[in-house]
């Protein structure tokens, strides 16, 4: 959290979502994550930033579970969760998109995220294939929160397009929703705005920081185009080569000499001053 006169104060311990403490993660081979530790505040916007392969989508796998650690520990609100599976550390509130869409390309929009859904028809999902027509009230229930998504996404049009026909913009919309029918207390989205136009883009931006604003719902997102990062978040990470190189706002990270020189090395785009 920041200090209440809104400084760059680091946040104080006990008010963090998710701490990441000397965390290690390897594909077999030498660590790709190694000793990285940091905090994501509770009801903040956190970006993760860094050159291609700096370990940003590594890290969010070993957030989520989708990947063992090597070393160290992931602690959810203080609870240490570095044994669980990802199902568990769903259903304790942590959410993730994947940088390349997960959706079931074969169900529409709407199945889609009466599927994402933590009930027992969003668990199964052949429930919503099958049965498709014969809702109980627990169907009828999940089927309401998935038309109030789509209304919330303002993606009517496509509501019972399935999932496959989208643009890669709307099934980034899609993937969000998805995360969304959780009800989660954070999100981790790995590149969400990447290669969408500018109009879904300053849809999705809304969206996250009307979630955040009105329900107090913790973001860390991967972003490669800072300009966007610093419209949506205070402080960032900054990875580099499986390391945390540091922590700022976004405007502390640009001028930072390590950042730039990381950017050169790895070059996806410029530091600005
Ligand atoms: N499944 C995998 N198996 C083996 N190596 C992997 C795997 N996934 C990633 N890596 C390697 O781990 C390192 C970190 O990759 P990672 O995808 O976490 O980087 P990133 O920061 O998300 O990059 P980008 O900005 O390109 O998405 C890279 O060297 C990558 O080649
Ligand atoms: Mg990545």
Redesign the pocket.
């Given at each position: 959290m920041k200090g209440i006169a809104g400084g760059p104060t680091r946040p104080r311990h006990g008010a963090q979502m998710i701490s990441v403490e000397h965390v290690k993660v390897s594909?077999?081979?030498p660590n790709?994550?190694d000793d990285v530790s940091f905090d994501i505040p509770a009801g903040r916007i956190t970006g993760l930033i860094?050159?291609?392969?700096?370990?940003?989508?590594?890290?969010f796998?070993a957030i989520a579970g989708h990947v063992a650690l090597n070393g160290g520990k992931i602690l959810l609100e203080g609870k240490d969760i570095t044994g669980l599976q990802p199902h568990q550390r769903a259903a304790r509130g942590l959410a993730r998109t994947f940088?390349i869409p997960h959706e079931f390309s074969q169900l529409t929009v709407i199945e889609n995220f009466m599927a994402a859904a933590a009930t027992p028809i969003g668990e199964n999902v052949f429930n919503v294939i099958f049965r498709r027509g014969r809702f109980a009230q627990e169907e009828e229930k999940t089927y309401r929160a998935a038309r109030d998504m789509v209304t919330f996404l303002e993606i009517d049009q496509v509501k019972d397009e399935k999932a496959g026909n989208l643009s890669g913009g709307q099934k980034k919309l899609l993937e969000l929703g998805r995360a969304l029918m959780r009800k989660p207390k954070i999100i981790l989205l790995?590149?969400i705005g990447a290669g969408i136009n500018r109009t879904l883009l300053a849809k999705i931006s809304d969206k996250i920081l009307l979630l955040n604003k009105e329900q107090g719902l913790t973001f860390c997102l991967?972003e490669?185009d800072l300009d966007y990062v610093s419209k949506l978040c205070d402080e960032v990470i900054v990875?580099a080569q499986?390391t945390l190189l540091m922590e700022g706002t976004v405007d502390e990270v640009r001028q930072d000499a390590r950042v730039i020189e990381a950017y050169f090395g790895g070059g996806?785009y410029e530091a600005r001053p």
């Open positions: 594909y077999g081979g790709v994550v860094g050159p291609n392969g700096a370990g940003k989508t590594t890290m796998n940088q790995d590149e991967i490669h990875m499986g996806k």
